[in-house]
């Protein structure tokens, strides 16, 4: 035996052994947000190809702020954001097949579904899509179904797991299996199973649509929070949790056997919960501890141990919560396997990291980029509760792939609980657009024709709306039609509409739209003023009650 034999014995081939993490620049990160303290145990980003979305501190009620991936910078302190909860914000998820919604749960007991404009939020959101009832305590997490349209689990602390179809707004399943706080949930690929994690100490394998635990065992005997995700289409496991000890470890189970883990480790004796994150391509899964600075990274496979070490991200900061890029959304061209939208404890600032397999071709990588999931469904709502599976549709990265997806809200008799609530607003735009010649003379000075010269009406009353007093020119409707409508002799008006769908930047669209929110603010200014003297008038009608009222007893 050579020594070089000897040298590399120990050493395990890998194509993913040197991967290693780059955090962006200051420059392409998002400063100056108020990030939660909240202590609870939760990820608080969301990121998908096109926004990423952050939970905020607020004093009072629960917000989160929404950007798109390229605002990045120092954001200004009232940017807008999402205020509709009345409670703390717990957790958020973006739809996996429309980049334009999001739901979110909350300390106020209910989940909310909202949708987010292509170019952001111009101002504060508090009109939700869709409000699922259900809950009677908070509610701590939720999931959407990897490969159904329109099914969403929500998990809260009255013990339950609801089984929503957002599309009607309604629970189809309510799952009652736990006998104390719910800590995580994980689907697998298709969606057939639930994986969850108690504080009973138990790892349960449910399936969703009956409510039927398959298997459960005791996966952790610490008394921290545990966290699972499904492996693959392999039938594993892997947990993260504490020792009876404290000492923090991971530990990977069958699925279908849950009395003693197929390996289990130690990974350290720090005090934040272990988060996993499961990379279906690349089989790749990571661990991120709360308030820890590194992320490990370990190659899934299918012989003991299961799960083999391969190396870690150190960064001096810790972190308070991370959110990773769908696979979809990395940079192919870098050698991208996958991104972490990672939320800083000490400074305002959400910094990406780009984990990167070095390679020195330029040409697309094929064993590095399988085909990923689409943001396409494979399933119905109806036809995933009826009992159908399937796995999720794929999409080539290199050729086809459809980075995000832009679907507008449309009239739909078979999903009344999305209707958007201001489905008029682009026929607002439509209206404002267009050049309006008003008359302000007196009615009672134009005399109408008589019906046998229909032919002739139309061309009377162009001309006599032509006919403008220099004092209506300079009036200030015409004024503001001038600055934004078209001159005499222009062509005709691309509705506002079109051309915000063509992707044209014009600076009218934003002096529109503060005018626009300087008149809101105006409003609500006014409608303040308007309740706090009605507010008064009421407070002086009793005052003058009491005092008649005491004349009269002095009189008596």
């Given at each position: 035996?050579?020594?070089s ?7 395990r081939?890998?194509k ?10 200051r ?17 608080f ?12 501190e ?17 954001l ?6 999402v ?35 292509d170019g952001g ?25 990897p490969?159904?349209e ?11 797991i ?27 690929r ?18 969703p649509?009956r ?10 005997s ?16 892997l ?7 404290s000492d923090?470890?991971y ?34 899964v ?11 990274y ?17 960064s ?38 780009s ?13 590095l980029?399988p ?10 709502a109806?036809?995933w ?8 549709l794929l ?9 995000s ?14 209707q ?19 008359d302000y ?27 403008k ?10 004024q ?7 001159q005499?002799g222009?062509?005709?008006?691309v ?8 992707g044209d930047v ?31 008038v009421?407070?002086?009608?009793q005052?003058?009650a ?11």
């Amino acid at each position: 035996m050579t020594n070089s034999q000897v040298w590399f014995r120990g050493v395990r081939s890998s194509k993913f052994r040197h991967v290693y993490g780059v955090p962006f620049k200051r420059e392409r990160c998002y400063d100056n947000i108020k990030i939660t303290r909240n202590a609870h145990d939760s990820n608080f980003c969301a990121v998908n190809p096109k926004f990423v979305a952050i939970v905020t501190e607020v004093a009072g009620g629960g917000a989160f702020l929404v950007l798109p991936l390229d605002n990045t910078g120092r954001l200004d302190f009232n940017a807008s954001r999402v205020t509709g909860h009345k409670g703390p914000v717990l957790d958020i998820k973006w739809n996996p097949f429309n980049d334009n919604i999001i739901a979110s749960c909350s300390d106020d007991c209910t989940v909310k579904l909202w949708h987010i404009p292509d170019g952001g939020l111009s101002m504060h959101l508090t009109d939700w899509l869709v409000e699922l009832h259900g809950h009677k305590r908070r509610v701590a997490y939720i999931e959407w179904h990897p490969t159904a349209e329109n099914i969403l689990l929500s998990a809260g602390f009255d013990y339950l797991i609801f089984v929503w179809d957002v599309g009607k707004g309604e629970a189809v399943k309510v799952i009652d299996c736990h006998s104390d706080v719910i800590y995580c949930m994980s689907f697998n690929r298709d969606g057939s199973l639930l994986a969850t994690t108690c504080k009973d100490k138990k790892l349960r394998v449910i399936e969703p649509r009956r409510g039927i635990v398959l298997s459960e065992g005791v996966c952790h005997s610490g008394t921290k929070a545990s966290k699972c995700t499904f492996l693959g289409s392999q039938g594993k496991v892997l947990t993260t949790g504490f020792s009876r000890y404290s000492d923090r470890q991971y530990a990977v189970w069958d699925q279908h056997d849950l009395t003693k883990p197929l390996a289990c480790e130690t990974i350290d004796s720090s005090s934040g919960v272990v988060f996993p994150y499961y990379d279906y391509d690349t089989n790749i899964v990571y661990l991120a501890g709360k308030g820890d600075g590194n992320i490990r990274y370990y190659e899934v496979v299918d012989e003991a141990p299961y799960v083999h070490f391969l190396n870690q991200f150190l960064s001096g900061n810790p972190q308070r919560g991370l959110g990773f890029m769908p696979k979809r959304g990395v940079n192919t061209a870098s050698c991208e396997v996958f991104r972490f939208y990672k939320l800083h404890t000490s400074r305002g600032l959400c910094e990406p990291i780009s984990m990167i397999v070095p390679r020195k071709s330029d040409c697309f990588q094929e064993d590095l980029y399988p085909d990923t999931a689409a943001p396409l469904p494979a399933l119905t709502a109806k036809d995933w509760l009826s009992g159908m599976n399937a796995p999720p549709l794929l999409i080539s990265m290199k050729t086809g792939v459809t980075i995000s997806t832009h679907k507008p809200r449309t009239n739909n008799k078979d999903a009344p609980a999305l209707q958007p609530q201001d489905a008029n607003n682009r026929k607002k735009f439509a209206f404002l657009s267009r050049e309006t010649t008003p008359d302000y003379r007196p009615l009672g000075t134009w005399q109408p024709p008589h019906d046998n010269h229909a032919n002739d009406i139309e061309q009377i009353q162009v001309n006599e709306k032509s006919q403008k007093t220099n004092a209506n020119q300079n009036t200030k409707f015409h004024q503001l039609q001038r600055m934004f409508g078209k001159q005499t002799g222009d062509a005709e008006p691309v509705p506002l509409y079109k051309q915000i769908n063509q992707g044209d930047v014009f600076s009218t669209e934003h002096e529109l739209r503060l005018a626009f929110n300087r008149q809101g603010e105006e409003l609500r200014i006014v409608k303040r003023q308007l309740q706090n003297s009605q507010q008064r008038v009421r407070e002086l009608e009793q005052l003058v009650a009491a005092l008649q009222a005491r004349l009269q007893r002095d009189g008596s």
